[in-house]
């Protein structure tokens, strides 16, 4: 589940970009085409193997010292804390600055307005007359942005701060 919290806005946002270059669906349209290739995706990922597994060999369960089950609790404590402080921070930070920090809306937040835009136009972004707003840089996050806005219907600022505590909490996760 951590390693989907990067892996899904990928696959997502290659998906997207992809549409970009040939057309530009509509938001229920790319719902659907996504909905059909995780079902397709997820029916390859448990469709049983034809290949028999050799038999797992059967060990009794260890039993783990009284000392390190307390130990273990104890330090939940702190990692619980540090959780909330976090959580906490992070929604200050999207109050006080809901289009994000500078390099937010001059460069990610940008790019994905000129993706969610769609037609001709989003091609402009790589115009040399934008080169301060670095052009070369990936599109994973603009790319995902744009394609929430596109599944929405509207450009808002909780699309990209979802995403952003979506890498941040996949990130403790992991």
Request: glycine letters at 10%.
């Amino acid at each position: 589940l951590a390693l989907g919290a990067g892996l899904g806005p990928g696959l997502t946002s290659c998906l997207f970009f992809g549409w970009r270059l040939v057309g530009s669906p509509s938001g229920p349209a790319l719902i659907w085409i996504e909905g059909a290739l995780g079902i397709a995706l997820l029916a390859v990922l448990v469709w049983p193997s034809r290949t028999p597994k050799p038999p797992d060999p059967v060990s009794p369960p260890a039993d783990e010292p009284a000392r390190l089950s307390w130990l273990r609790w104890v330090l939940w404590l702190p990692f619980l804390t540090a959780l909330a402080c976090s959580a906490r921070a992070f929604y200050a930070c999207s109050v006080i600055a809901p289009h994000g920090a500078w390099d937010a809306w001059a460069i990610w937040n940008q790019h994905a307005r000129f993706l969610f835009l769609g037609g001709d136009g989003w091609r402009l972004m790589f115009d040399a007359a934008l080169g301060w707003s670095h052009p070369d840089y990936p599109l994973l996050l603009p790319a995902s942005v744009a394609r929430a806005w596109t599944e929405i219907g509207t450009a808002n600022q909780e699309a990209p701060a979802a995403l952003a505590a979506l890498f941040a909490y996949g990130t403790i996760a992991l």
